[in-house]
């Protein structure tokens, strides 16, 4: 086998800083979870005997972390003082969980993607599918913290608004509306907030994420209006929608287009349904770039996974792209499909009769 030389040492230079990408996640997720992050925030410099005084934990440990820490550049180090800080900017990154740009949330993701990895190595031998269910908790604790900073930034003040007709009968005493596959309910209780003259129901068929939204509606203040019940898209109840929400989860259902018309005959005449899916162009080359990169690295552990698990198998993979998601609305009984808005790592539709 005859190659180049240099082109394997360049590409063996980017795969250090791989390796480095890969090790740190667990770090993160240690920051998150031990409250090192939090406690350095606005603190300044930092020794590690004071970071691991002020969090209660050892010493040594806190030192060889905070020296990773470093070396990955998410801190600060000053050599004469053997101190460290985290910059705001990072803090952002790292210790704010409203912030649109918080981490840990993905890292959590990626803990339930490497203990899945058993699984997918059956299922990539056999064809058969790996159900959401089926995957370690940390990935519905990880999907909720990565997915609430950029649904609390953009769809009540940007989204919503983007769709024709929606946030008037939002405001109206009186409408109803279904978050389905809700997960742990964020997206319905940040729609509740903004909207309280509304009522809300979330479905999703995994009932332990009903549960953990359920408790989130009641620390909310909101359950007065927001319920969560255990249902799947083909056949959650109610046929009096003023609107029905898919947040990132169409893609993952085996059978899209039948969801799709289930939702076609839970709404009121006028109805809207809205679907927020990842970001995608229709072709493959298109999206070969960082944002794609994750969802195509995401979508083979776990949305494709999920839809091969289920009746139908559609497989539409975390970037089907909008040709392909407007044939499966349409296949649905929708004849209008717009997209009304986007971001670098969102699609929004709205679909109506």
């Not at 350095?40 to 806190?62: D, H, I, K, N, P």
């Not at 993701?109 to 089926?134: D, I, N, S, Y």
């Not at 898919?246 to 679907?275: K, T, Y």
């Amino acid at each position: 086998m005859q190659y180049d030389e240099q082109k394997v040492q360049d590409f063996m230079g980017r795969m250090v800083g791989e390796f480095g990408a890969v090790a740190s996640a667990p770090l993160i997720a240690l920051g998150d979870r031990l409250g090192l992050y939090k406690t350095m925030a606005e603190q300044g410099w930092m020794t590690s005997a004071q970071l691991a005084e002020r969090t209660e934990l050892a010493e040594r440990y806190v030192r060889e972390w905070l020296a990773a820490q470093a070396a990955s550049g998410f801190i600060s180090y000053d050599a004469a003082s053997g101190a460290y800080r985290l910059e705001n900017e990072m803090a952002t990154c790292f210790a704010v969980e409203t912030s649109p740009t918080f981490i840990p949330g993905f890292c959590d993701c990626a803990e339930a993607m490497f203990r899945a990895l058993p699984k997918l190595e059956a299922a990539f031998r056999t064809g058969l599918g790996v159900g959401w269910h089926q995957h370690h908790p940390s990935l519905f604790k990880g999907t909720e913290r990565f997915f609430r900073p950029g649904y609390a930034a953009h769809l009540v003040h940007e989204w919503i608004p983007a769709l024709d007709g929606v946030q008037a009968a939002l405001e109206s005493p009186g409408a109803k509306v279904a978050d389905v596959g809700c997960g742990h309910g964020v997206s319905t209780i940040l729609l509740a907030h903004a909207y309280p003259h509304a009522t809300f129901i979330g479905f999703d068929y995994h009932e332990p994420s009903i549960q953990r939204a359920r408790e989130s509606a009641a620390d909310a203040g909101v359950s007065e209006r927001v319920t969560f019940e255990v249902a799947s898209a083909q056949q959650y109840p109610g046929n009096d929608y003023d609107l029905v929400a898919f947040f990132d989860c169409l893609h993952d259902m085996g059978d899209p287009a039948g969801a799709a018309a289930h939702v076609l005959q839970s709404l009121r005449p006028g109805g809207s349904w809205m679907i927020v899916e990842p970001f995608a162009n229709d072709r493959l080359e298109d999206n070969l770039n960082p944002v794609g990169r994750v969802f195509y690295s995401a979508s083979t552990m776990i949305c494709t996974a999920a839809s091969l698990s289920q009746e139908g198998q559609r497989a539409l993979g975390a970037q089907a792209g909008e040709a392909r998601l407007r044939e499966v609305v349409t296949e649905g009984g929708f004849t209008r499909f717009t997209r009304v808005t986007q971001t670098p790592f969102n699609m929004v539709f709205q679909a109506q009769a």
